[in-house]
């Protein structure tokens, strides 16, 4: 989903860069508010997968929601999804966002493609405002 409240609103704009801290020293670095967000989501995520092992597992959002499904995306990926070993990218099968902000720096964009680049589809510009309410038209 995307921005709904006060608490998302003030992590979009915590604007500094910091390093990831998504289980890779290579990792570059992210927006700090997105990062703050993405860990305290995947946090609660992880066991829930864990448990549950889906068969097909895509991370999707708009806007504020796609930056946070880039970095939980690539937080499972690095975690080794349900392998808990090494990064892999098996543990997920594809990630879809819609007008969602670039969340890290080259370094961290490189090592993204490098896990899941192939896996990803971003749509820029936001199709949302040019669909028609009146499913008709």
Do not use: W
């Not at 895509?58 to 995306?73: M, N, P, Q, R």
């Not at 808990?84 to 997920?92: I, K, L, M, P």
């Amino acid at each position: 989903r995307g921005s709904t409240d006060l608490k998302n609103y003030l992590s979009m704009f915590n604007l500094f860069f910091e390093p990831s801290r998504l289980g890779t020293a290579k990792g570059g670095r992210v927006h700090r508010g997105y990062q703050e967000a993405s860990l305290e989501l995947y946090d609660r995520l992880s066991p829930l997968l864990a448990s549950r092992q889906p068969q097909r597992l895509a991370f999707i959002g708009h806007s504020y929601g796609g930056g946070t499904a880039t970095l939980c995306a690539l937080a499972h990926a690095e975690a080794g999804g349900e392998a808990g070993g090494e990064a892999t990218v098996s543990s997920v099968d594809e990630v879809v966002t819609f007008a969602g902000p670039r969340v890290g720096d080259t370094q961290f964009a490189m090592r993204y493609d490098e896990l899941l680049g192939e896996r990803t589809t971003h749509y820029v510009p936001d199709p949302a405002p040019h669909r028609s309410l009146d499913a008709r038209r």
